[in-house]
């Protein structure tokens, strides 16, 4: 099953990949794409979400970015699921760095790596 829903700047298509759902992102995460990132990965009603974020293809992301995934990332591991990030462009791996997202959320280098931990 594949669903691509698009806001502006940012393209988000789901996946599955053995039961892990695959968010993949295109385009910039900001203020003006931030809702719709929210809502892709809103886990209400699911019970053990296992979601690695597919970021290859993120031109940008700004503290909107970091906020959602942060929030995310704890909504998942409150109802004992996980949250992955995969192949982050060098600039949204730098900002990720540089507010420690990378030492809360594990961060990989390829999305095979991801679905694979």
Avoid at 34 to 41: H, M, N, T, V
Avoid at 76 to 94: I, N, Q
Wanted: glycine share 8%; proline share 3%; hydrophobic share 45%.
């Amino acid at each position: 099953m594949t669903d691509t829903k698009q806001v502006g700047g940012l393209s988000v298509v789901t996946t599955f990949t053995d039961g892990v759902r695959v968010r993949t992102l295109a385009g910039e995460i900001d203020h003006h794409t931030g809702d719709q990132l929210r809502r892709a990965l809103d886990v209400t009603d699911t019970a053990r979400p296992r979601i690695v974020i597919d970021m290859r293809q993120v031109t940008f992301m700004d503290s909107t970015g970091i906020n959602i995934l942060i929030a995310a990332y704890q909504a998942v591991a409150k109802v004992g699921g996980w949250l992955r990030l995969a192949a982050p462009t060098d600039s949204v791996l730098r900002v990720l760095q540089l507010v420690g997202v990378d030492d809360i959320i594990e961060c990989h280098p390829t999305l095979h790596e991801a679905l694979a931990s």
